[in-house]
């Protein structure tokens, strides 16, 4: 009897012991599973095509501090941003949901302003907040004019500083910015090419907001203005593209890429079009545009140096990114530089070259160097990831899927069952890619249902349209375009067709 009350509680010792050991062992997996909150910079370039990118076939000029960011991380080869346009596809980020829902789904609304996210709205900013982040925004917003219920301090948003009007922020040399509430203006700027550059401005608060947040969980994001129209870089970056002819003044200079074609703008800051944000004039566009987004990259460079002399870039998340595809205005040459690398379309086209853009996302304590994913990826994807990532649960639907499995390299990513798109000018425009399948529709507003389809697999430059040949496939995917979205009085298609006409 002794013996056997011996070997329970022998027994039961060692089942003790054994549960203890287990306990230790699953909580210390735990422990290393587990994912110390980083701090978050979001550089979203504005109008950069795919293929203005050294390390995605840029010949004219290089970018090795993008280059690098894109070595040291993962590159989204299959990224698509909100929109072909900049608003709503902030709105997208902003949101989590693709332009069929979301509440900015033009850069103009119906009655023709600039049409402001509502209060109480979940962004990604306050998402971040409740996590006990810092936020703060550097540049150019978009989603909510001063004084609006969409203005930054509004949508989770800490500090401000930079281009509240999408109309400034045509402009480099602005007569004005906004910090937080109020206006700074810029003495010695008058509206031309000359004083105070605003990016300059910007990018010395963005250094300052990490230096004074680097004991802190912050969250920095950075929509440049770079490089959207107008053409205009400061001189030590013009001269790096322009061979002077003359030594003496008045200076001549020869662009090193090249005969370069004047583009006239609107240089006089009396002119209505130029107080509307109109473009001043560059006699040089080519050799500006490789100025401009070399500064940019250097600009990239200036950030991550930034927290590698603080010691916080190891868990630091650093996305670097665009808000569509490149544009035709101001100057700009898109097909002179291949900006939309392997694809066709530009800026306000819901083809490849206007929505797939670069993607690259540095995280080194977390994220495999070198990596790549063709994981398909959009804009409203950034907020769900962010939300895992933070332990912050988000209220309502998302059209976002987190895509943090792929960033830790795991297999149990979940996968869209499609991604969907609308735009609101050149006479309305849909989009849906599902799988390898692209089908898009244009004239939506006139109350056309003819759709093209591409197989991006085989055709990723969109060049043959196969909608006689799958006629299932178009079917459904013009089921998906009436599905995907929410009527929204502000943004109609069906309902109000001629009232759109005219406003687009």
């Not at 089942?15 to 203890?20: E, K, Q, T």
């Not at 006699?283 to 990239?300: C, E, G, I, K, N």
């Not at 977390?366 to 990826?377: A, C, L, R, W």
Request: proline share 6%.
């Amino acid at each position: 009897m002794t013996i056997k009350n011996n070997s329970l509680t022998n027994w039961t010792l060692f089942s003790a012991l054994f549960i203890m050991v287990a306990a230790s062992c699953t909580n210390s997996q735990e422990k290393e599973e587990s994912i110390e909150k980083p701090n978050i910079i979001y550089i979203l370039a504005d109008d950069l095509g795919y293929g203005d990118l050294s390390f995605l076939g840029q010949t004219k000029f290089k970018t090795p501090n993008i280059d690098k960011l894109a070595a040291q991380g993962m590159v989204f080869t299959q990224h698509y941003s909100g929109s072909t346009v900049c608003a709503p596809s902030r709105s997208a980020l902003m949101t989590g949901l693709h332009t069929g829902h979301t509440q900015v789904r033009g850069n103009r609304g119906l009655n023709g302003g600039q049409f402001p996210l509502k209060e109480g709205t979940q962004t990604l900013a306050s998402i971040l907040k409740k996590a006990g982040y810092t936020t703060g925004a550097f540049g150019k917003w978009g989603l909510g004019y001063p004084g609006s219920e969409g203005a930054p301090l509004n949508q989770g948003f800490d500090v401000f500083y930079g281009f509240n009007s999408q109309t400034i922020a045509h402009n480099y040399y602005p007569r004005e910015l906004w910090d937080n509430d109020k206006i700074v203006t810029l003495e010695g700027n008058q509206g031309t090419d000359e004083g105070q550059y605003a990016p300059y401005l910007i990018q010395e608060k963005r250094l300052a907001f990490i230096e004074n947040n680097k004991d802190t969980n912050f969250f920095l994001f950075a929509p440049t203005i770079i490089p959207h129209a107008e053409l205009f870089a400061p001189e030590e970056y013009m001269e790096k593209f322009l061979t002077k002819t003359n030594p003496e003044p008045p200076y001549q200079y020869e662009s090193k890429l090249g005969p370069e074609t004047n583009y006239e703008g609107t240089d006089d800051p009396e002119h209505p079009r130029y107080k509307m944000g109109g473009y001043g004039s560059q006699p040089y566009p080519h050799a500006a545009f490789a100025a401009m987004v070399t500064l940019l990259d250097d600009h990239v460079g200036q950030i991550v140096s930034k927290l590698e002399e603080l010691a916080i870039l190891d868990n630091t998340v650093i996305i670097f990114t665009s808000d569509n595809g490149p544009h035709l205005e101001g100057g700009a040459d898109p097909d002179f530089f291949n900006s939309n690398g392997p694809f066709q379309g530009y800026k306000r086209d819901l083809l490849e070259g206007g929505i797939h853009v670069p993607m690259i996302l540095s995280w080194p304590a977390q994220v495999e160097k070198g990596s790549q994913t063709d994981h398909i990826s959009a804009f409203w994807d950034i907020l769900p990831t962010f939300s895992e990532i933070v332990g912050v649960g988000t209220e309502g639907a998302l059209d976002g899927l987190s895509f943090l499995p792929t960033l830790l390299g795991k297999e149990e990513q979940a996968t869209h069952s499609h991604l969907y798109w609308e735009f609101h000018e050149k006479g309305g425009k849909q989009a849906v890619r599902k799988g390898k399948w692209k089908g898009i529709k244009l004239d939506v507003f006139k109350g056309n249902e003819t759709i093209q389809l591409y197989d991006l697999e085989q055709d990723p430059g969109e060049t043959k349209d196969l909608a006689a040949d799958f006629p299932e496939v178009v079917e459904e995917l013009k089921g998906l375009m009436q599905s995907s979205r929410t009527e929204d009085a502000e943004w109609p298609f069906e309902e109000t067709i001629e009232k759109n006409v005219k406003n687009n």
